[in-house]
């Protein structure tokens, strides 16, 4: 097949340096340092990791840095260390032991700091109380909580005795909770009556009743009183949070646990058939966040570092917890939704707690350039320092708008990029070293060696689209897929022999940045071309009126795939006019070859909890397919009668 490459059509030659200031003070301070990390980590990786490695704790020092080959790797082995304690015991022998570690926030408006010290305090006596419990090292632990300091308690003392967290984000049904209790063979599950959103609660506690009826190892629960809600307790299986916690010692040592001792797993939804389980471990894993921390968010005792993502998520696992609490940051937490009670609430939280850095999707800045500027001009925003983005390639225009209302053209822009099975961070802008693009995650981090390649496997030229793989393997990798090694080794590993493969398409520019396309799946086929969808998306919101837009392609009889674009507005429903001006807005903006077929206004996308558009069910709506595929991951079902609605 020609089609191998993906015809790249985005151009995009804006330019950001980094500010001098920000570079003087910064850990890695230049384009030559950053180059100079990155190259000896690349000719020698167990020399690099080794000594990186120092950054952490060890309870036993390990023999071989690394052992075996992708994708049957381990790291540091023969080495002996803890997570929890690598997060919170080693800062108390410093000053940071009054340091708060969590400033957290309520959507209520409630609010509490822990210290590490009270992090210490909570974290071993409820790692006691999970034993009390019968949990063991090795047990499997289901988390189902809202976004409060309690989840990373919960997080924190699983890890202090090698029992592997499994959480389950709060916006899941009970049906998934099932799924993944049974899968991982949960034998605790940690929850809460419920949580709040958008002035809602969130009824935790009852989808784990109902899920309870489908999963059968699950002996003991364990619920937090967040909301006060009536709930039901049955007698010998659930027990209250702070029930247990009076009665718990607050002395508990660490477990000496082997580098490869399973941390946690996380399920991440694959396109068809069950969710994946996939399993980090200890050693490789705490190192890659730690280091990714320091050197992407820059992090300082000064900062207060606020990543919104729920922890749910891997973005919450590696840069609201791991990450940056084995740097002894001070981190923000705030439980509710960006416009409850008003769309200004996060630039609210940011004047009030002077928040220096902010880490966000582009799915949620698409959605404040919808709100208004209105909202974060009427906030002081000046402690801010450096924001960054994940989750999605970011238009060049949400980037421009961030850079300009938010950053107050002051800061850079992280764009990040990397996947639930990554662990951390992979291709990213270092903001005091590295040359920033609207658009581009830019270069790979020091220890990460990406190459863009065709479906053969060939390296490609600067410039062409083809697959974005990674040659050298690095300690935060995935080590499996719970229970189900063969899909993980086919997953990730079949495609391009030798290497792992992302599952998205990128360019690599003449500067070495690159740049994501997306998902290969939703790559379009137009007339023989491969089409990037996010590039046609990006040319669709770079029109004033359009606030979001997804692309997918659906059967044409002349030209084998058609484009079919559906976008929301800024203001107003659209009109037949306005769809001709979109579809030459396109056309001007990248060619004809791209020029949409059809273009559907809608109010909303259907998208995923963590914000990404899913653009499978798009495609069914856009070919007339009644029956959808699996919607479970689903935010808002609604959406799919009304985008059928849309009709042209
Ligand atoms: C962290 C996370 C992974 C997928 C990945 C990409 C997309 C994430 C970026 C991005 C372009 C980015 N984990 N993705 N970050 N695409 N630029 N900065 O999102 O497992 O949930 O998703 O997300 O397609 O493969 S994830």
């Known amino acids: ?49 080794g000594s990186m490695s120092q950054n952490l704790d060890w309870f036993e020092p390990f023999d071989t840095v690394l052992e075996g080959e992708m994708p049957n790797t381990k790291w540091f082995v023969g080495g002996r260390l803890n997570a929890s304690y690598n997060c919170v015991d080693r800062h108390l022998k410093t000053w940071r032991k009054n340091k708060a570690a969590i400033i957290w926030e309520g959507e209520p408006g409630d609010t509490r700091v822990l210290t590490y010290q009270d992090l210490h305090r909570e974290t071993c006596k409820f790692a006691n109380v999970l034993k009390s419990l019968g949990v063991q090292s090795g047990d499997r632990v289901t988390i189902y909580m ?9 997080m924190l003392a699983c890890a202090r005795i090698g029992a592997v967290h499994s959480i389950i984000f709060g916006g899941f049904s009970a049906d998934a909770v099932a799924e993944r209790n049974n899968d991982a063979q949960a034998k605790v599950v940690i929850t809460a009556d419920g949580g709040w959103r958008r002035g809602k609660e969130v009824e935790l506690k009852h989808a784990v009743d109902e899920s309870l009826e489908k999963s059968h190892t699950v002996q003991q629960v364990v619920v937090l009183r967040r909301t006060g809600t009536p709930i039901t307790m ?46 980090h471990s200890t050693a490789g894993y705490t190192l890659g966040t730690m280091m990714t921390s320091k050197w992407v968010f820059d992090l300082n005792d000064t900062d ?29 937490m705030y439980e509710g939704a960006p416009n409850w009670p008003h769309d200004g609430r996060f630039w609210e939280i940011i004047e009030k707690y002077k928040v220096t850095i902010f880490y966000t999707a582009p799915t949620a800045i698409r959605s404040f350039i919808r709100w208004g500027d209105e909202w974060p001009n009427k906030h002081d925003l000046t402690s801010l320092r450096l924001l960054g983005s994940v989750g999605e390639p970011i238009n ?48 790979p981090l020091p220890g990460v060696v990406p190459d863009i390649v065709s479906k053969e496997g060939e390296s490609l030229p600067d410039n062409t689209g083809g697959l974005l793989v990674m040659r050298q393997p690095w300690p935060s990798m995935l080590r499996t897929l719970y229970n189900d090694h063969e899909r993980f080794l086919k997953t990730y590993f079949s495609e391009i022999p030798g290497c792992y493969f992302a599952g998205d398409g990128a360019r690599r520019d003449e500067d070495g940045c690159y740049w994501v396309m997306g998902r290969v799946d939703d790559v379009l086929n137009v007339s023989g071309h491969r089409l990037s969808t996010m590039e046609v998306e990006s040319a669709l919101v770079s029109h004033p ?15 084998g795939e058609g484009i079919c674009c559906f976008v929301t507005l800024t203001t107003g429903d659209g009109d037949d006019a306005l769809k001709q001006q979109l579809k030459d807005h396109v056309r001007k903006q990248i060619g004809a070859l791209a020029s949409p077929d059809m273009i559907r206004f809608s109010n909303a996308l259907p998208k995923t909890r963590s914000g990404k558009i899913m653009r499978r069910l798009l495609r069914d709506i856009a070919a007339g397919r009644e029956r959808v595929q699996d919607t479970t991951t689903l935010e808002d079902y609604g959406v799919l009668a009304k985008l059928r609605a849309s009709e042209e």
């Open 1 to 49: 097949m020609s089609g191998v490459n993906i015809t790249s059509v985005l151009q995009e030659t804006r330019k950001f340096p980094p500010a001098k200031e920000f570079s003087a003070t910064a850990h890695v301070k230049s384009e030559a340092e950053y180059d100079e990390l990155w190259w000896k980590a690349k000719d020698d990786p167990t020399g690099f990791w």
């Open 146 to 154: 809202p976004l409060v300091p309690e989840i990373i308690v919960a």
């Open 234 to 279: 049955v007698p010998g299986r659930d027990h209250w949070w702070h029930d247990l916690m009076a009665e718990a010692s607050p002395d508990c040592e660490a477990a000496s646990l082997d580098s490869e001792h399973p941390l946690f797993i996380l399920y991440t939804s694959g396109s068809t058939g069950k969710p994946k389980g996939v399993l």
């Open 304 to 332: 207060t570092y606020w990543c919104t993502a729920d922890v749910g998520w891997i973005t919450g696992h590696s840069y609201v917890c791991y990450g940056p609490l084995a740097n002894g940051a001070t981190v923000m």
């Open 396 to 443: 060049p225009e949400a980037w421009m708008w961030y850079h300009k209302v938010i950053g107050g053209e002051r800061c850079p822009i992280v764009d990040t990029w990397w996947q639930t099975e990554t662990g951390s961070i992979m291709i990213s802008p270092l903001p005091g070293a590295t040359t920033t693009k609207p658009g581009s995650c830019t270069r």
């Open 545 to 559: 009126l359009v606030a979001e837009a997804a692309v997918v392609g659906f059967p044409h009889e002349i030209k």
